[in-house]
């Protein structure tokens, strides 16, 4: 699930610079926007069920979350500053740059979990925060509060499943409904990508800042919770049982995630996609999906995770206690 959810993620971004000019394009991207980022936390939010604040936990949190943010929010800046031209870019570890979101965001949700875990209708109360933080434009952007707050439901709804849940969605009645309901999707995407701004999807601003009513905000937000749970499901639906030769990719998708961002960034920064504008066309988007499925299946290989450990994985035993370190 995690590694099909990655490359969900990373072929979106690739498809955001090819996909000006092509309405199917745009639609294909509206529909997997809607349940792509949802899907992924839904899932990170399952496998933080066991978070309680333990020192052992703690650790983890740290060295796997907060320090990979640090670094890659540093990285980031000083990839857009030097490669991108743009020389004014400030490192702050306020203002998460392009998908280091996530990694706050994780941070935040997972301190909580034990918050949600304690009340009796967890999942109505993060509800009722998102549709509030989808009418307050005064949140701000600090930390990507507004993302927190808007997409913290399927979080909460993570950390609710049980392993029956899931084996309930991939029955063969769930499989054929799906179907239907996905081509749905794209029929209605089809009609929407010209009339509905992308930022409804990004969840990352209010209603008033999107130049719409307030009381909209409360409707979408609501209406993309519905949308994403149903295509979630779809998706989930089909995701393999057994075992494959990509299943253990997904223990490597921090690496996948945090890094095909240089690679789409790069190649708009060196003008890749305006030299050659073919990749807007039907074929382009053939290729550029390619590609962007290929580096991070590569990114995500036990050989890159090792690499990569001093930064998504460090020890770090010298800044804790020693209780912290024992599992």
Known sequence: MKYLAIVLVAVAHAWEPVMDG??????LYMVVYTFHMPAFILISGYFSRSFDMSPAKVKRLVTGVAVPYVLFETAYSLFKRYAGGADDTPITLLDPLFLTWFLIALFIWRVTTPLWQSLRHPLAVALTIAVLASVTPGIGDDLDLQRVLQLLPFFVLGLLLKPEHFRMVRRREVRLLSLPLLAGALLFAY???PRMQLGWFYRSNSAQELGAPWWSGAVMSLAMFGCALVLTICFLAWVPRRHLWFTALGAGTICGYLLHGFLVKGAGYFGLFDRYEWLSGPAGL???????AVAVT???TPPVRRALRFATEPDMNWAFRRGATER
Not at 286 to 292: G, I, K, N, Y
């Open 22 to 27: 092509s309405r199917t394009t745009r639609a």
């Open 286 to 292: 053939v290729v550029v999906s390619l590609v962007a």
């Open 298 to 300: 590569a990114l995500c």
């Open 191 to 193: 009609w929407a990508a």
